[in-house]
């Protein structure tokens, strides 16, 4: 068994056990390259047919791309996609030009999905998050319970040793499952190469630029790049000391800004 084979047998497991123990369980698809690795890997697990529906947060500030990507890959996968949406805070005109960061991703994105997962009596939620991908998110656990208003106490956190979850929760709470937890950005593109998973395009370069991480449009901004293919993605990992969410807005902020948002909920 090579790297990948063990990274997504190991998911794999996660994935199997989650739907296990929580039937009333949902997959968030941001159709980013993380969250549609893990559809795919739960395509796997399931033998093609997912056995629950795909949650998408629609913040109204997302890459065209993005929905075009997202209608087109639900009806070919056949998935049961859910769009969830804070529709006060957009018919009020919630926005990143409105108010600080912290706001508007807590009621375009937290607040959204809090309404989304009650709406359809979610308990559980899968999540394609890696800790290698922000110094707070390393702090993350396999299983990780959130309270019945979403937050997360970073320091009081199940202990996970030899690969063995705790899964049970309180009446009131929800819990978060990582199935790529242990995952990096560069397993993450070879299994997507070894895979040929279908990657929306912003990921590749055009006139000298591409986005290495993606969300809403107007948060996000390109890197200086030419890599235009998967296996040249791969190759500029190998040399580049550039944080891969350092195109984001609110982590440009500041460390504490992202750990504020994850203890109240954020993605």
């Known amino acids: 068994m090579d790297h990948l084979d063990s990274l997504e047998s190991k998911s794999i497991y996660i994935i199997r056990e989650a739907y296990k123990q929580f039937h009333n369980i949902g997959l968030l698809w941001s159709i980013g390259k993380d969250s549609t690795t893990l559809l795919w890997l739960c395509r796997k697990a399931f033998y ?5 529906p795909a949650v998408h947060i629609d913040t109204t500030y997302k890459f065209k791309e993005i929905y075009e990507y997202r209608e087109k890959y639900a009806k070919e996968w056949g998935l049961d996609l859910i769009v969830g949406k804070n529709e006060a805070a957009v018919a009020g005109g919630m926005g990143p030009d409105k108010g600080t960061k912290l706001t508007c991703c807590t009621e375009l994105k937290t607040n959204a999905l809090k309404m989304t997962l009650k709406e359809h009596g979610l308990g559980a939620v899968l999540l394609g998050i890696r800790r290698d991908e922000h110094g707070i998110r390393a702090k993350e656990r396999v299983f990780s319970p959130r309270n019945k208003d979403f ?21 009131e709470d ?15 593109w070879d299994y997507i190469k070894r895979e040929n998973i279908p990657i929306i395009d912003l990921y590749f370069a055009k006139d000298g630029k591409r986005y290495r991480s993606i969300g809403c449009h107007p948060c996000c901004n390109p890197i200086e790049s030419n890599a235009s293919t998967v296996d ?9 000391n550039t944080s891969e969410r350092s195109g984001r ?13 994850r203890a109240l909920g954020y993605m």
């Open 174 to 188: 929800h819990i978060r499952v990582h199935p790529i937890l242990h995952w990096t950005e560069r397993d993450i």
């Open 151 to 171: 937050k997360w106490d970073y320091k009081d956190q199940p202990a996970e040793l030899w690969d063995k979850y705790k899964t049970e929760v309180g009446s």
């Open 249 to 261: 807005a609110q982590d440009k902020e500041s460390a504490y800004i992202m750990q504020k948002l």
């Open 48 to 52: 093609g047919k997912i056995p629950f």
């Open 232 to 240: 040249e993605i791969v190759e500029e990992l190998r040399t580049t």
